[in-house]
């Protein structure tokens, strides 16, 4: 498609189980982001992809929670062990190096 | 360190005047500046991007210049409409590598 693609859109999930969710950026784009946006809050920053360097992890809040991205395409975010906590809109954005980012519709997450 | 700053943070007009909103950055040394509009519960839409190399950006009722030396771009919305009503953000490129930050937001309410 023509834009990024998140899946699934709306997750609920019980407290304790794991996650996985999909991003997929338009074609070609090598960069790569997540963010979440807790409820009021602003776009917390938790991983950046960058071609075939090695990504940027400063911001993933604990280890529980991790991200690949397979064949410079596709990325899974992946939450481990969920906690209320985590309840947010997760966000990728993908860009062509560095001009201009296109942003998914977000994948709402609610952990009860 | 790159700080990026929106001011005002909310903002209340009466449908059919202009908004301006402001955004500053410490370190001018910036690559593109984009604005994006968020609406509630939704992910975020790019307005208009920036090259460090252009002064401004104009689309249809919305323009926004950019002011390196002095750290600032402001985004012009003319003629505002109750549609308008949403958060604003600006984000800026530092380096190379393409690391997006954002600034908090300017939530505007345009009244009918």
């Known amino acids: 498609g023509a834009g990024v693609s998140q899946s699934p859109s709306n997750k609920v999930t019980e407290k304790g189980k794991d996650v996985e969710l999909r991003c997929d950026p338009i074609s070609g784009h090598t960069a790569l982001y997540w963010y979440r946006q807790s409820l009021g809050q602003g776009l917390e920053f938790l991983i950046y992809?960058?071609?075939?360097?090695?990504?940027?992890k400063s911001g993933l809040p604990s280890d529980r929670f991790s991200a690949e991205r397979t064949g410079g395409s596709v990325s899974t975010l992946t939450i481990q062990r969920t906690q209320q906590e985590d309840s947010a809109v997760y966000l990728c954005a993908s860009s062509l190096q560095a001009y201009g980012y296109t942003f998914g519709s977000g994948t709402r997450l609610t952990v009860v | 360190k790159q700080e990026v700053t929106q001011i005002p943070a909310a903002l209340s007009v009466p449908e059919g005047e202009n908004l301006v909103l402001n955004c500053s950055f410490t370190d001018s040394a910036i690559y593109n500046l984009q604005w994006f509009r968020q609406d509630p519960g939704k992910g975020l839409t790019s307005l208009l991007l920036?090259?460090?190399?252009?002064r401004e950006q104009t689309s249809g009722r919305l323009n926004a210049s950019l002011d390196k030396s002095s750290g600032r771009s402001t985004l012009y919305i003319a003629a505002s409409q109750p549609g308008d009503s949403a958060t604003y953000l600006c984000?800026?490129?530092?380096?190379?590598?393409?690391?997006?930050?954002f600034g908090a937001g300017t939530q505007v309410v345009v009244t009918p």
């Open positions: 920036i090259q460090s190399s252009q």
């Open positions: 984000a800026v490129i530092t380096d190379s590598w393409g690391k997006l930050q």
């Open positions: 992809f960058q071609g075939n360097s090695a990504p940027d």
